[in-house]
């Protein structure tokens, strides 16, 4: 007899792979101090208009129909005349040049800035999941380790590359099949296939023919899904009543390295679906089993471990709490009123309509009854600014405002230093490309600074100069290209900002 389990939620498992790659909240949003940000002139670029930066440092740039890549870890530069294409996506490391003439296509391949082949044939390749077929039947990829592979293909398997797998501690996860998400093949560092595995065959084998599921949530290796059972109107033991039914409502985990299935005892919620995933756990909506077996009335969030325990008790924190969210390394829980904010395992504060301050973000409050105070999460005041200011950014070091002046018409931009206390005039001020600004000295000598520590980008910034800005994460740091435009010169500057942890 066939099984009534619904797994239609199986399908969403790869993406829940793909979120869980966001980090760990450790205890509530762990702080990731900034160790500093420095910047080096990218003088190989000079001239060239930058046109994407990827996560593997790589640079595509063009300059009057000359197109360039260049690695800003190897600080290696090739040029081409026809523009360089990302193979397999934007972070695969991997990019191809293409040039049509007369029915013949070439196609030029490189691993960053190496070239690895040329490829000419009478029509186009095909791609799917990393992999490049050619006309001859050859094949082209870069496998897991890194290395590219060019050659005939060996065997019918499913080739795992960056583009078609998820990694899950230090192991990847190719899905196979047409049903996304049910059977995933579990291969090595090096790309050696370990074993494959089915959530869906093995949640279905302990589950007895009657059930339906109810949901399906990951932490980092492992796959959980409960389940509600109908009982008859007699069972004595039972997990759950409700509108007169009695249920088992059973939660199992499923380990996608090791095959290995097992149920998780006193789970004591009724799962209605995710509201945050992250590498080693997930917040849920769930209603809580209360006493005689009942099911509570309101849906809340609660957050669960790897183990299948409750890993950060959120209703603790803030009892009734329906909202939950992590930005810029602070963590927000919200019950429709109030909303508790967190760094790490510190509480900052719980504000709520009635208080007298609002949230502005970096652990800094704004007083509602006087706008010109700035408070500390503690409600100490840091900063009092001019009737009439406006913040223009705020981190956790500095905050950046304007005050009106009343002589001039044009508004006065200051920064205050939170390490020291101190607050300094920004003139001539100018908001750059996101993260980024520009301010004078006393020589009226233009400088672009960066929000975040204040720090000089690029001297001598022209009137009326464009400056554009693209970024990606690397490993601790955080990469920027910075582009300065002057008229017909551009200038390009890489600025690196390194945390204490792997972003």
């Not at 109908?230 to 997990?239: I, M, T």
Request: hydrophobic fraction near 40%; proline fraction near 3%; charged fraction near 20%.
């Amino acid at each position: 007899m066939k099984k009534k389990v619904c797994f239609a939620a199986a399908a969403l498992l790869l993406g829940a792979l793909v979120l869980s790659g966001c980090g760990g909240m450790g205890k509530l949003a762990e702080e990731n101090p900034l160790r500093g940000v420095t910047s080096s002139a990218l003088s190989a670029l000079d001239g060239y208009t930058v046109t994407a930066f990827d996560g593997e440092g790589l640079v595509s740039a063009e300059k009057e129909g000359t197109y360039a890549l260049y690695d800003v870890r190897a600080q290696s530069l090739v040029t081409a005349d026809a523009p360089f294409i990302p193979a397999g996506g934007s972070g695969s490391g991997m990019y191809y040049t293409a040039e049509t003439s007369g029915g013949t296509y070439t196609y030029v391949f490189y691993d960053g800035t190496e070239e690895v082949c040329t490829v000419t044939q009478a029509e186009e390749f095909t791609y799917s999941g990393g992999v490049y077929t050619f006309a001859d039947g050859t094949i082209l990829y870069k496998g897991l380790n890194g290395e590219v592979y060019r050659g005939a293909r060996q065997g019918i398997d499913p080739i795992p590359t960056r583009a078609n797998t998820a990694e899950a501690g230090g192991s990847y996860l190719l899905p196979l099949g047409a049903d996304a998400g049910s059977v995933y093949a579990v291969y090595d560092g090096r790309g050696r296939l370990v074993r494959t595995v089915s959530p869906v065959q093995a949640f279905a084998s302990v589950l007895p023919a009657d059930a339906e599921t109810t949901a399906l949530w990951q932490t980092e290796t492992k796959v959980f899904i409960q389940a509600r059972i109908a009982l008859p109107d007699d069972a004595g033991e039972y997990d759950l009543i409700a509108e007169g039914q009695r249920y088992d409502v059973p939660v199992y985990s499923f380990d996608l390295l090791t095959g290995a299935v097992r149920e998780i005892g006193g789970f004591g919620y009724l799962v209605n679906g995710t509201e945050a995933a992250g590498e080693n756990y997930a917040v849920l909506r769930v209603q809580q089993i209360i006493g005689e077996n009942r099911l509570s009335a309101a849906e809340v969030v609660q957050c669960f471990g790897e183990d299948g325990g409750i890993f950060v008790d959120l209703q603790a924190l803030l009892p009734g709490a329906t909202g939950f969210s992590v930005a810029g390394g602070y963590a927000a829980l919200s019950d429709g009123v109030q909303t508790a904010y967190f760094r790490g395992g510190e509480h900052l504060v719980t504000l709520s309509p009635a208080s007298d301050a609002s949230w502005m973000g970096a652990g800094w409050l704004r007083r509602s009854s006087d706008p010109c105070e700035v408070l500390n999460a503690s409600g100490e005041k840091v900063l009092e600014m001019a009737e009439g200011s406006s913040v223009l950014e705020c981190g956790e070091r500095y905050i950046y405002y304007s005050e009106p002046n009343a002589e001039t018409g044009i508004p006065a931009v200051y920064v205050f230093d939170a390490s020291s206390g101190g607050t300094a005039r920004l003139e001539g001020y100018e908001a750059a490309a996101s993260g980024f600004y520009i301010a004078e000295n006393a020589a009226g000598v233009r400088t672009l600074y960066s929000h975040l520590s204040a720090a000089p980008v690029a001297e001598n910034i022209a009137e009326g100069a464009l400056v554009s800005a693209l970024s990606a994460p690397f490993e601790n740091e955080r990469l920027y290209v910075v582009s300065v435009a002057e008229g017909a010169s551009v200038r390009s500057v890489l600025v690196r900002s390194e945390y204490e942890k792997e972003l």
